[in-house]
């Protein structure tokens, strides 16, 4: 999967008989810069987390991890950002 600079991507639904119809991301907004600089650590922290040791979490509640290639670009955008 090629994730696009802006990180925006629609994803179709996949095909297989034992495919689950639905397919999709969960968007966050985040501003790129905070004026309290805790609240920004925080955050960074937090998103960091769920990109590493949260996706651990993911199988064990039914869902898909993301591919290493869409970790590493968000992580590279959120280390930047905040």
Request: proline content about 9%; charged content about 15%.
């Amino acid at each position: 999967m090629i994730l696009p600079n802006n990180l925006r991507v629609f994803i179709t639904d996949p095909n297989g008989a034992y495919s689950y119809p639905i397919v999709a991301y969960t968007w966050l907004l985040i501003y790129n810069k905070y004026d309290e600089p805790d609240k920004a650590a925080t955050l960074k922290y937090f998103l960091n987390w769920s990109l590493t040791e949260g996706q651990k979490s993911a199988s064990p509640l039914g869902y898909v991890p993301l591919p290493s290639q869409v970790i590493s670009k968000l992580r590279e955008k959120v280390n930047q950002t905040l």
